[in-house]
């Protein structure tokens, strides 16, 4: 089996179906994709004023229409602000939405500003998920709980097939959102499914080197299987807390050991903040500047 840990060259995995999808199609989502990568990966740094129209369309090989269009879908996304009188700066990572599911996908899980992602994530799934579960227990229908059911059987982690393992997490997790009956919490697939890829390709895998556990999935889906809204809740919340124990020793969280910044990129100075943003210092005989 591979070994899971070895993430030099990013692990990729494909949720298995789409949820709401938020990009367009053809050349200008691979636009979109391609600049929404070169920003998360700091290419186009905080604050930084990017090329200019021309000189992506040309860096893409595309129109500068699709450039444009690109452009507003990350403007959407809160990446990025226009103005006539600059062009197109990269607004600072507090601005980007970090619940949309592309947003967290463009990251490499290299990169530091990801165990901060992962942790606060995790933090969030733990406070959604035994209560989405709990709900789930109440107001499933009959097949909704089989598949739940059927999913928490078909992980098998010492299988070589991560994909197919990531794929019955997948069902698991969204079935059980949407056999809440609640169209918000139904709304959160998307991101709840994001996460789950982070805790495989970033937290469970990368740092752990240790797969889901069955034996967690198949306790919540036995007791929304028996319309028990406690063990259910009970059972989500001690599965979730082996994420949240990887999120401690990666550094994202309070009292954590802070991991290693230097992945941020070769030749790069100064303090990095725990978003992974570089703030130079002034060398010998530089003055400080003020921001205005």
Not at 13 to 21: G, K
Not at 145 to 157: K, L, S, T, V
Not at 260 to 278: E, L, P, Q, Y
């Amino acid at each position: 089996m591979r070994d899971p840990r070895a993430v030099g060259s990013r692990l990729r995995l494909t949720i298995p179906f789409e949820t709401d999808p938020s990009l367009p199609t053809g050349a200008t989502r691979v636009a979109v994709e391609t600049l929404g990568h070169r920003i998360a990966s700091d290419i186009y740094a905080q604050g930084e004023i990017m090329p200019t129209e021309l000189e992506l369309a040309a860096s893409l090989g595309v129109s500068r229409t699709t450039v444009r269009d690109a452009i507003k879908v990350l403007s959407g996304k809160g990446l990025v602000r226009t103005a006539r009188r600059y062009g197109t700066r990269v607004r600072p990572v507090e601005e980007w939405n970090l619940l949309d599911a592309d947003v967290v996908g463009w990251h490499e899980p290299t990169h530091p500003r990801l165990s901060l992602m992962f942790a606060e994530t995790t933090e969030l799934r733990c406070i959604l998920e035994p209560e989405a579960a709990a709900l789930a227990a109440e107001r499933a229908t009959d097949e909704q709980r089989q598949i739940i059911r059927e999913a928490a059987n078909a992980m098998h982690p010492g299988q070589d097939d991560l994909q197919a393992l990531f794929e019955a997490d997948c069902r698991f997790h969204a079935t059980l959102l949407e056999a809440t009956g609640n169209l918000m919490m139904r709304q959160m697939r998307r991101i709840i499914l994001a996460m789950l890829r982070i805790s495989y390709e970033y937290g469970v895998l990368a740092i752990d080197g240790e797969l889901v556990t069955r034996r967690g999935h198949i306790l919540v889906a036995e007791a929304i299987a028996d319309g028990n809204p406690a063990a259910a809740r009970k059972a989500m919340a001690e599965m979730l807390e082996k994420n949240r124990q990887t999120a401690r020793r990666t550094g994202g969280m309070p009292g954590a050991t802070p991991r290693t910044t230097s992945a941020i990129g070769a030749g790069d100075s100064g303090k990095v903040d725990k978003f992974g943003r570089r703030h130079s210092q002034p060398g010998l005989g530089q003055k400080k500047t003020r921001s205005s």
